[in-house]
Nanobody, 117 residues
Framework: VQLQASGGGLAQAGGSLRLSCAATGSISSISVINWLREFPGNERELVASITNGGATNYAASVLGRFAISRDNAQNTVFLQMNSLKPEDTAVYYC????????????WGSGTLVTVSS
């Protein structure tokens, strides 16, 4: 499984950005895709998750502001980020976990989100 994250950039507080995570390879084995973020100082937080069944989960810090979704035709998972805050500034990573024989965890390259006040 290969993951390519994109969509980061600079936004003002209160603004919006949409991140994309495009998956290629053995995508049928993916059971869940997560968005995580790494803050300066290397603290990492699980932001949102979506299972292959469409169940979603969010960190309390983003609940009501961020939305994770998937487009199966494009093999892409999106993270819509609204009402951005300076504390959302981080490098965002997508991560895919596969299940079954040879279960594994795959990471995409990070995409930097910077929110100015």
């Amino acid at each position: 499984v290969q993951l390519q994250a994109s969509g980061g950039g600079l936004a003002q507080a209160g603004g919006s950005l949409r991140l994309s995570c495009a998956a290629t390879g053995s995508i049928s084995s993916i059971s869940v895709i997560n968005w995580l973020r790494e803050f300066p100082g290397n603290e990492r937080e699980l932001v949102a998750s979506i299972t292959n069944g469409g169940a979603t989960n969010y960190a309390a810090s983003v609940l009501g502001r961020f939305a994770i979704s998937r487009d199966n035709a494009q093999n892409t998972v999106f993270l819509q980020m609204n009402s951005l805050k300076p504390e959302d500034t981080a490098v965002y990573y997508c991560n895919a976990k596969t299940s079954g024989v040879g279960a594994n965890s795959y990471w995409g390259s990070g995409t930097l989100v910077t929110v100015s006040s």
